[in-house]
């Protein structure tokens, strides 16, 4: 299977502690993102790579959050003192330097009690 | 920045018949525009795209979209449908730079046999 890849399926953590994630794009894909998806909304834009580097974060992405992409492969998306309002499908896409299609993964879902 | 609209939050249809799920968007910027769907549990999946050209696109699964630059909408389209469609249904815009997607709240089509 050569698509975007999330580890883990499904994350139930309990309020204070912290959480990682991790995204595998397809290969050769350079741009990565993070959307965050809660319940009855659509998908909201986190964070986004050019290989290694993070070119831009939402104001959304509170200190509480950090992303990582070394040697532009993977990405890792870390919550600390996770929050109850952290529960949410954390999304990964990836798209080619030239191409316009975002391919998903199939996302992390997070429960927060 | 961009902003997307999804007028309709459910959309009941009997099997067979045809379906317009609306969309409109603002931005002060050129964009490209998407439609995803999402099935229950699962990632988004592209169904068709307007980067230019031809304001008429057509999609995987029988569904087209047509791209209107002056009412700023980019409505999607199926004359037949089928129980399969049922789904979370997503429009979306990015600019055409660094291209994060900006979506709608989504549209639940559920078709009735």
């Known amino acids: 299977d050569t698509g975007v890849s999330q580890d883990p399926r499904h994350k139930i953590t309990k309020r204070g502690q912290n959480v990682t994630f991790r995204c595998d794009p397809i290969?050769?894909?350079?741009?990565l993102y993070w959307y965050r998806q809660t319940l009855g909304q659509g998908p909201e834009f986190l964070t986004y790579?050019?290989?290694?580097?993070?070119?831009?974060k939402s104001r959304l992405l509170s200190d509480r959050f950090s992303a990582e992409r070394p040697k532009g492969s993977f990405s890792t998306l870390e919550i600390q003192r996770t929050e109850q309002g952290d529960s949410a499908m954390y999304l990964c896409?990836?798209?080619?330097?030239?191409?316009?299609?975002?391919?998903f993964g199939p996302g992390t879902r997070l429960t927060v009690l | 920045a961009q902003s997307v609209t999804q007028l309709d939050s459910q959309v009941p249809v009997f099997e067979e018949a045809p379906v317009e799920l609306r969309c409109n968007y603002s931005?002060?910027?050129?964009?490209?525009l998407f439609w995803y769907v999402q099935y229950p549990n699962q990632g988004l999946q592209l169904l068709l795209k307007?980067?230019?050209?031809?304001?008429l696109v057509k999609g995987i699964n029988g569904f087209e979209a047509e791209f209107n630059k002056s009412q700023t909408s980019f409505h999607l389209r199926k004359p037949s449908v089928h129980i399969s469609d049922t789904a979370e249904y997503f429009c979306?815009?990015?600019?055409?730079?660094?291209?994060?997607?900006?979506f709608g709240s989504g549209t639940r089509l559920q078709v009735q046999p």
């Open positions: 931005s002060s910027v050129s964009v490209y």
């Open positions: 979306a815009v990015s600019d055409t730079g660094r291209r994060a997607l900006t």
């Open positions: 790579f050019q290989n290694e580097a993070q070119l831009e």
């Open positions: 896409a990836s798209r080619e330097r030239t191409g316009n299609e975002q391919f």
């Open positions: 307007y980067l230019s050209g031809s304001t």
């Open positions: 290969s050769e894909h350079n741009r």
